[in-house]
T-cell receptor, first 112, second 114 residues
Framework: DQQVKQNSPSLSVQEGRISILNCDYT??????FLWYKKYPAEGPTFLIS?????DKNEDGRFTVFLNKSAKHLSLHIVPSQPGDSAVYFC???????????FGDGTTLTVKP | NAGVTQTPKFQVLKTGQSMTLQCAQD?????MYWYRQDPGMGLRLIYY???????DKGEVPNGYNVSRLNKREFSLRLESAAPSQTSVYFC?????????????FGNGTRLTVT
């Protein structure tokens, strides 16, 4: 049973518009959530995170929202830029962010 | 700073062969991890080392062994490679300063087992 799901394998948006990437989880024990970004032939890099005691965290153009009752989180990128084109992984953990459970990723394409 | 360095970048093995994937970090991190990523899928934890001298199994440990050689280095060994182990392997480290520090990943080793 997949505990972290990213139901959209791909997303295409126009430069300057908002990108919204979604993630659902099933394990109510998860208390820390992270988003990683991955370019081809590189390792994932950390983007933004949120603790379960919060419902929103912002870092520049990136905002993560957490809805605990729905077991759902989303990543908003505003405005989207061509350099944001990458695979985005949602990850969830409890007690140790190193032992994260990852979703399958969403490939974001931002068109100029 | 190099961060997390993995060698080799690419490897092709025949079924039954063995090999060791090397990983080193220069960030003085306490904890190190090995993940694998299969095509179209997320990363799955193979083994981890919370601190020098300790190792523990992750979600998918079968067919692998690990060694935490010192604080910097954490190697992954395939004793008898199988086609199901064809994957991209990522090593990562974490500072351990609080439980909620993000992973720092290397650029991966792409392994093909024929």
């Amino acid at each position: 049973d997949q505990q972290v799901k990213q139901n959209s394998p791909s997303l295409s948006v126009q430069e300057g518009r908002i990108s919204i990437l979604n993630c659902d989880y099933t394990n109510s024990m998860f208390d820390y959530f992270l988003w990683y970004k991955k370019y081809p032939a590189e390792g994932p890099t950390f983007l933004i995170s949120i603790s379960s005691i919060k419902d929103k965290n912002e870092d520049g153009r990136f905002t993560v929202f957490l809805n605990k009752s729905a077991k759902h989180l989303s990543l908003h990128i505003v405005p989207s830029q061509p350099g944001d084109s990458a695979v985005y992984f949602c990850a969830a953990s409890y007690t140790n962010a190193g032992k994260s459970t990852f979703g399958d990723g969403t490939t974001l394409t931002v068109k100029p | 700073n190099a961060g997390v360095t993995q060698t080799p970048k690419f490897q092709v093995l025949k079924t039954g062969q063995s090999m060791t994937l090397q990983c080193a970090q220069d960030m003085n991190h306490n904890s190190m991890y090995w993940y694998r990523q299969d095509p179209g899928m997320g990363l799955r934890l193979i083994y981890y080392s919370a601190s020098e001298g300790t190792t523990d199994k992750g979600e998918v440990p079968n067919g692998y062994n690990v060694s935490r050689l010192n604080k910097r280095e954490f190697s992954l060994r395939l004793e008898s490679a199988a086609p199901s182990q064809t994957s991209v392997y990522f090593c990562a480290s974490i500072s351990g300063q609080g439980f909620n520090s993000p992973l720092h990943f290397g650029n991966g080793t792409r392994l093909t087992v024929t």
